[in-house]
């Protein structure tokens, strides 16, 4: 029989290859058929003529497909990246859209309308921009400084704690500080938290992230007394970032249940080695895909979903697993309103999370189940794909009005 600690090594392998054979297979296919990098004259729900035109500069792939075989599963960032220029066109623009990375692209035409994400091409595509073209950044995150100074600041705590100084997981390279100084105005996924790490910056709106319909039922049948032991980690890339360390430390000390669905860097491997493969309460699953079998047994299973992030915009890992009536247990900088139904980590000190880990377990059986109704009907109700739309066209729509009376003379078409 293989050992817990042998069979944790061959998934790591086994984890390692696949992400290594995909890697390969994606670079092959990239030369040999390169991903289209722009989408131009996207019209597609332009109820009418559309008379103006705008420049999107986000993600391309996701709009290639037919309408009835786009993805309907991950909604931060590949619904995003749907639903911006449906809305655009909804507001009357035509929309040409580059992929957010794409540098060296020189404009021909007018825009009335500019949106851009990230800082290796915004400001490239700004300069060439006529004076009158309103600019909105848009941004998955809180501002990038901030972004970097809590990443720092966490590899320094595990310094202190470890002795080890591994690299930064998570960190913005390319400065953004000229996109958010030259634009309008920004448009930022998450609430008032993150908008406040913006407080220099004129006008700000905060809109909350969204995830698909849920249908599935498990919750009917689910054991919540079984789940209160159970805490679900399930998160994208970024161990240190998103606070993977802080919680094998907790629950490497106690009998409760952490399952761990997140790549694992090698190096960060290392270093919780004994945590990741020896303990018989912590439960590595490697990547799960959302809406898998895989995923539904592990919703079935688990009261919580918990993370103790250092820095986001909203995690669209976290929501998902709302939409499942998994309870949060957040800190702050995870910036999602927990209401009646979540659990604030007060801080990220390991001590803090013990403390709140085991105060979960202890709850009442019903009020898991009324917290978990409760969960699921605030995502349906707040964090739908349609609420999302609302919100962002209202930011827009407040972005270019208050820019035309900020600026008169430029004479604006939009």
């Not at 500019?114 to 006529?130: C, K, P, T, V, Y």
């Not at 941004?139 to 704690?161: F, Q, V």
């Not at 190096?267 to 080695?273: K, L, T």
């Not at 969960?375 to 827009?396: A, L």
Request: charged share 25%; aromatic share 8%.
């Amino acid at each position: 029989m293989i050992k817990k600690d042998e069979q944790a090594t061959v998934q790591r392998l086994l984890s390692a290859v696949r992400k290594s054979t995909r890697g390969m297979l994606r670079e092959i296919r990239h030369t040999l058929r390169p991903e289209p990098t722009m989408l131009l004259n996207f019209k597609e729900f332009c109820a009418n003529e559309c008379s103006k035109r705008a420049l999107v500069s986000y993600l391309v792939s996701p709009l290639l497909p037919p309408f009835g075989l786009r993805d309907r599963t991950i909604f931060s960032n590949l619904g995003i990246a749907q639903r911006i220029p449906q809305i655009l066109n909804e507001l009357g623009y035509v929309v040409d859209i580059i992929q957010y990375d794409l540098q060296g692209w020189n404009i021909s035409g007018r825009y009335d309308l500019f949106i851009g994400h990230g800082g290796i091409n915004f400001e490239e595509i700004r300069r060439q921009l006529s004076d009158d073209t309103t600019s909105i950044y848009f941004s998955t995150g809180i501002y990038w400084k901030e972004m970097n100074i809590r990443e720092a600041k966490r590899l320094y705590d595990l310094a202190l704690r470890r002795g080890h100084l591994l690299d930064p997981d998570r960190t913005i390279k390319r400065d953004e500080e000229f996109a958010n100084r030259t634009a309008d105005g920004i448009i930022c996924l998450g609430n008032h938290a993150t908008v406040n790490t913006y407080r220099d910056f004129p006008l700000v709106i905060g809109i909350k992230n969204a995830t698909y319909p849920v249908t599935w039922s498990g919750w009917r049948e689910k054991d919540y007394d079984k789940g209160r032991s159970h805490f679900l980690f399930f998160s994208g890339s970024g161990n240190i970032h998103k606070g993977l360390d802080l919680l094998l430390e907790v629950f490497g000390k106690m009998d409760l249940h952490l399952h761990i669905c997140q790549a694992i860097d090698p190096h960060f491997g290392q270093v919780y080695q004994h945590e990741l493969t020896n303990l018989p309460n912590i439960h590595g699953h490697g990547h799960l895909p959302m809406r898998s079998s895989q995923f539904f047994s592990l919703a079935s299973l688990c009261n919580w979903v918990i993370s103790a992030t250092c820095a986001e915009g909203q995690p669209g890992s976290i929501i998902e697993c709302m939409g499942y009536g998994l309870i949060p247990i957040l800190p702050e900088s995870a910036n999602i309103n927990l209401g009646e139904f979540g659990i604030e980590l007060g801080d990220c000190s390991v001590n803090t999370i013990r403390k709140t880990v085991l105060e979960a377990s202890k709850m009442p059986v019903p009020e898991c189940r009324q917290r978990s109704r409760i969960v699921m009907t605030t995502v349906q109700k707040d964090y739908s794909p349609e609420n999302f739309n609302n919100n962002f066209k209202s930011g827009v729509q407040k972005i270019v009005t208050e820019t035309k009376e900020r600026h008169p003379s430029r004479g604006h078409n939009n």
